[in-house]
């Protein structure tokens, strides 16, 4: 299986601050690569998928990039609703994967 | 607005089986993939497997030998049987929408089911 790690593990920032969460693959996903956000006792949301598409209705200062096995979520002045545990997932190779997940405190 | 709802027994004894259906509502299952996926503190989100429009089905070669993934167009549903569980399969079950490649759009909110005697 693909193996994905995810840095840093938590993260406390600010209102206002941008924050950067990376995703290591350990092999080529060819940017079948999709971040999720997840509230305590819910199902996780789609935010990005294909490395850099944001879904729609997902506000404009969440953004992703990345390719090969290096992918980032950047959120682009935090706001108090964006705490939560962001997770990523690969598709490209059976079965997908997740990461483990990263918490963002505000 | 599509919507999935997970429903089914939250306690399963060891050795039996885990059955689950998932209702779609707005949406028709024979539009994609959909899939089952389980989370669990110790492990994580772990993919279980999907099945496609066209019937066909894929599992995790870590359950495979214990699943089985069918759809029922009649109902719209989807269903998840895992056979002969053991206390390591208690986690909250998703159904989903996306596999196959896609990014998983649509999620219930999940359901515990908890092994134990």
């Known amino acids: 299986d693909v193996q994905m790690t995810q840095s840093p593990s938590s993260v406390s920032a600010s209102v206002g601050d941008r924050v950067t969460i990376t995703c290591r693959a350990s092999?080529?996903?060819?940017?079948?690569l999709a971040w999720y956000q997840q509230k305590e006792g819910r199902a996780p949301e789609l935010l990005i998928y294909g490395a850099s598409h944001l879904r729609s209705g997902v506000p404009s200062r969440f953004s992703g990039s990345g390719s090969g096995t290096y992918y980032t979520l950047t959120i682009n002045g935090l706001q108090p609703e964006d705490f939560g545990t962001y997770l990523c997932q690969q598709g490209d190779s059976f079965p997908d994967t997740f990461g483990q997940g990263t918490r963002v405190e505000i | 607005q599509v919507q999935l709802r997970e429903s089914g027994p939250g306690l399963v004894r060891p050795s039996e089986t885990l059955s689950l259906t998932c209702s779609v509502s707005g949406d028709s299952i024979s539009n994609r993939y959909w899939s089952w996926i389980r989370q669990s503190p110790g492990k994580g989100l772990e993919y279980i497997g999907y099945?496609?429009?066209?019937?066909?089905?894929r599992y995790n070669p870590s359950l495979r030998s214990r699943v089985t993934i069918s759809l029922d167009r009649f109902s719209n549903q989807f269903s998840l049987e895992l056979m002969f569980v053991t206390a390591a399969d208690t986690a909250v079950y998703f159904c989903v929408k996306g596999g196959g490649g896609y990014a998983f759009d649509y999620w219930g909110q999940g359901a515990l089911v908890t092994v134990s005697s």
């Open positions: 099945i496609s429009y066209t019937d066909s089905s």
């Open positions: 092999q080529d996903i060819q940017k079948y």
